[in-house]
């Protein structure tokens, strides 16, 4: 039996990139995942990528999980509600994992720009595609996860981010949507501290995906002929590697014990044992400290020891 078999997922925004990756990881590990995103067969939404859920869905199918594609603008309250009210009727209320990796910014990170030369209503568009919309989602999904974690007994949401640490990511707008998907799995690991769901924020590496390998010239095949323009791409991974990241999470019995912490594909490889696609095991958090020095105050659970005894826990007990 293969460990995530009976279990239903949702990938929010599972078109391209990590979000495909993740599908797909939890379809080897036996999944039912329902595949989400605006880009459908004969109808692209991003310009210039050809990408669909529809192909997500089938490589789900192929890995050996069941791949579902539903159109889904996560923007929209009112398609994340139908999302919602979907999920609850085919699966009868059961929802087990929620990965939240909805993103669409890139055409619109201003990265060489100050915040005094950035663009206002692209900054505040990223904001809306990839916080605003990981906002909508867990608010409609979450209720599905905690009834369900009544009887089953765990469930899991995971925000994708960029990095498990404080440094500047070298834009405003781009720095401000990672940091608080950061704080999102951290506000929802308090909120649910008292159920037996874990929210959790992961980082993959530097992450060799389609857009990255137009981007060298290259393909999956002969992705190290990159390393002429950046050597740092010797130490990329697929989407698949931060897929299955979370896939040994969600197959975790004791994962709750991570709730609220920020993770990486690398450390978590460590952890877990799991391998990229050709079964390697690269690490972007070593190559980074040994090229470029250790990045600014890494995240550590011990510094947040004050968040799970708020003063708003303190002083009302019950609040949630």
């Not at 949507?177 to 959790?200: D, F, H, P, Q």
């Not at 197959?251 to 450390?267: E, F």
Request: hydrophobic share 40%; net charge positive.
């Amino acid at each position: 039996m293969k460990p995530l078999e009976g279990r239903i997922a949702l990938v929010a925004g599972a078109t391209r990139g990590a979000g495909r990756g993740i599908a797909c990881a939890l379809g080897e590990a036996g999944a039912t995942v329902y595949c989400t995103g605006r880009s459908v067969r004969g109808k692209p939404a991003t310009k210039g990528r050809r990408e669909t859920i529809n192909e997500t869905a089938q490589m789900v199918t192929a890995r050996g999980g069941k791949g579902i594609a539903v159109r889904c603008d996560h923007t929209k309250e009112s398609d994340v509600k139908k999302l919602a009210g979907r999920i609850k009727r085919e699966q009868k209320g059961k929802l087990d994992i929620l990965v939240n990796d909805v993103w669409g910014g890139d055409a619109l990170t201003e990265f060489g720009k100050t915040f005094w030369q950035v663009s206002i209503n692209q900054g505040l568009a990223m904001l809306n595609q990839a916080v605003h919309s990981h906002i909508i989602t867990s608010r409609y999904l979450a209720p599905l996860l905690i009834e369900h974690s009544k009887a089953k007994g765990s469930g899991l949401i995971v925000e994708i981010t960029d990095g498990d640490f404080f440094g500047y990511r070298g834009n405003l707008f781009y720095d401000l949507v990672k940091i608080s998907v950061i704080r999102l799995a951290m506000i929802m690991a308090y909120e649910l501290r008292k159920t037996t769901i874990t929210a959790v924020a992961v980082t993959p590496g530097f992450l060799r995906s389609e857009a990255m390998l137009e981007n060298f010239g290259v393909k999956e095949e002969n992705w190290r002929d990159a390393a002429k323009k950046d050597p740092n791409f010797l130490h990329s991974e697929t989407p698949l590697f931060v897929g299955r990241a979370i896939a040994a999470l969600a197959a975790d019995p004791n994962v709750k014990k991570k709730s609220g912490q920020v993770l990486s594909s690398w450390d978590l490889s460590d952890e877990y044992g799991f391998t990229d696609a050709d079964g390697g095991r690269p690490h972007w958090g070593r190559h980074f400290a040994e090229t470029y020095g250790a990045p600014i105050k890494k995240f550590d659970a011990t510094l947040y020891s004050h968040f799970w005894e708020s003063p708003m826990s303190v002083a009302f007990p019950d609040w949630p």
